[in-house]
């Protein structure tokens, strides 16, 4: 069936380093491709999205790469702090449905 | 309110038992879903309602489960005869009718059924 997938379950980082976060989907009929961080005991928090006929958007910090022709969606945070700490999810939508199809997550730990 | 507010944040019931789950969208947002988040997986999509109806209510796991939304604000999700398997964290959330791929997120409420 559909669906978006990580590589890497796990991402640990020493503070300053850039972090790069990686997710493989495969339904190419989405129309926004997001990415979502989630701190514990909290729901998950918007943090960039791109549109499917773009293959980059920068915002701050964070850059989000776009590659259709391997189906693959990158994270790139800069300058990673620890309050970047969380498990990010990639998810993808067809706004004519409304709903998010996530990924399974990666913990991104950043060690001071 | 500021962001998606629901309640309770943590419920604990007997397996068998009925519960609700409430959510307070954004104010303003026409468009609400319904996640489910189970410890060790990813969030899957349960309900999506534009004002009052659902247009989308494929990801409801059974008849047990069901949700409605009234005046096109406050909605709510109901299980009957709970199971141990529906525990898991509920999580909402809303959107604009024009940016549904902007979603905002609630706490969600933490379901335990012993």
């Known amino acids: 069936g559909e669906s978006v997938g990580l590589h890497l379950p796990t991402l640990s980082v020493q503070e300053g380093d850039n972090s790069i976060i990686n997710c493989a989907y495969s339904?190419?009929?989405?129309?926004?491709f997001i990415w979502y961080k989630q701190e514990s005991g909290k729901g998950p928090q918007f943090i960039i999205d791109?549109?499917?006929?773009?293959d980059k958007r920068q915002g701050q910090r964070v850059t989000v790469l776009l590659n259709k022709t391997v189906k693959h969606l990158s994270l790139q945070i800069a300058a990673t702090q620890p309050g970047d700490s969380a498990v990010y999810f990639c998810?993808?939508?067809?706004?004519?449905?409304?709903?998010?199809?996530f990924g399974q997550g990666t913990i991104l730990t950043v060690h001071p | 309110g500021a962001g998606v507010s629901q309640s309770p944040s943590n419920k604990v019931t007997e397996k068998g038992k009925d519960v609700e789950l409430r959510c307070d969208p954004i104010?303003?947002?026409?468009?609400l879903y319904w996640y489910r988040q189970s410890l060790g997986q990813g969030l899957e999509f349960l309900i999506y309602?534009?004002?009052?109806?659902?247009?989308?209510k494929s990801g409801l796991p059974s008849d047990r489960f069901s949700a409605e939304r009234t005046g096109g604000s406050v909605s709510t999700l109901t299980i009957q005869r709970t199971q141990q398997e529906d525990s898991a964290v509920y999580l909402c959330?809303?959107?604009?009718?024009?940016?549904?791929?902007?979603?905002?997120f609630g706490a969600g409420t933490r379901l335990s059924v012993l």
């Open positions: 959330a809303s959107s604009s009718r024009v940016a549904k791929n902007i979603q905002y």
């Open positions: 339904n190419s009929a989405s129309d926004y």
């Open positions: 791109i549109r499917s006929n773009m």
């Open positions: 998810a993808e939508i067809r706004t004519s449905y409304g709903k998010l199809t």
């Open positions: 104010s303003g947002h026409t468009a």
């Open positions: 309602f534009q004002g009052n109806s659902a247009p989308d």
